[in-house]
């Protein structure tokens, strides 16, 4: 597993590997990264090969070709747990700042506030703490999530809404009818415009599907205008605004005439 640790009973499971990450480390080592996030249940973090530990800067252990070792003058406090951890904010920004696609960044950092792993002033106390080299793409996340992206798909398609100049909307916008409340991905309140960012995975289920119905027919006998568009879609980013702004346009001129 690492110089002077052996496997008694094959397989290594991912818990034997963080294990063996901290005993080749030393005692104040911490699981840091993409394996802390994925030991946490991060569904857009994958099992890395290589797993990420902190140490303290006087700590002379070197990196394997399983484990990277890296000495930090910011060394946290672990989280509780069977392996030392290093606190999930701390995690994220250790790899957000590793990550090449900027959708990949959107992915974990919106996942870590929907999910309530951590909250949105920690994760900029961790970038402004840290060193900038390699955050931009850290950067622009976290100021989607603070626009109201509650999924990287989401936050993509408000910077893309914003940049193309089609404003006026709220993201994450609430709102009651009959009683209920729902929650919309961008509301355009002065048209009573819904515009829904829906996956394929969410619907997987037929519940999910039916839930959805149900909630569009609700919001539509109430006079809203509700469209769905999968996060594919924004593949194609002319075509995504296109869409949206002859949707918008013809809304308004329905409302206009009406």
């Not at 080592?29 to 991060?42: H, K, N, P, T, Y």
């Not at 840290?130 to 950067?139: E, T």
């Not at 509700?226 to 409302?255: E, M, N, Q, Y």
Request: net charge positive.
């Amino acid at each position: 597993m690492a110089p002077g640790l052996y496997l008694t009973r094959p397989p290594a499971t991912f818990h034997d590997r963080l294990l063996a990450a901290t005993l080749h480390a030393g005692d104040t080592a911490l699981v840091s990264g993409a394996a802390c996030l994925r030991a946490s249940g991060f569904r857009s973090v994958k099992e890395p090969v290589r797993i990420l530990v902190l140490v303290r800067r006087d700590v002379g252990v070197r990196s394997t070709p399983t484990i990277q070792v890296r000495r930090t003058r910011r060394l946290p406090e672990p989280a509780p747990g069977p392996v030392a951890m290093a606190p999930i904010a701390r995690a994220v920004a250790d790899h957000a700042l590793r990550l090449d696609y900027l959708g990949d960044v959107r992915a974990v950092v919106a996942e870590s506030i929907q999910q309530g792993h951590c909250e949105l002033a920690d994760l900029q106390l961790e970038l402004d703490r840290g060193g900038r080299n390699g955050s931009a793409h850290f950067r622009k996340a976290l100021d989607e999530v603070a626009c109201g992206a509650r999924s990287g798909p989401e936050a993509e398609a408000g910077t893309v809404l914003r940049e193309a100049g089609l404003l006026g909307f709220r993201q994450n916008a609430e709102l009651t009818v009959e009683g209920r409340r729902f929650v919309a991905d961008f509301l355009w309140e002065d048209l009573m415009a819904i515009l829904e960012i829906d996956s394929e995975e969410f619907h997987f289920r037929r519940e999910d599907w039916l839930a959805t119905m149900r909630r569009h027919a609700t919001l539509e006998a109430a006079g809203y205008s509700v469209i769905h568009i999968p996060p594919s879609a924004l593949r194609d980013r002319a075509g995504f605004l296109d869409t949206v702004a002859k949707w918008l346009a013809g809304r308004r001129r329905s409302l206009l005439a009406s």
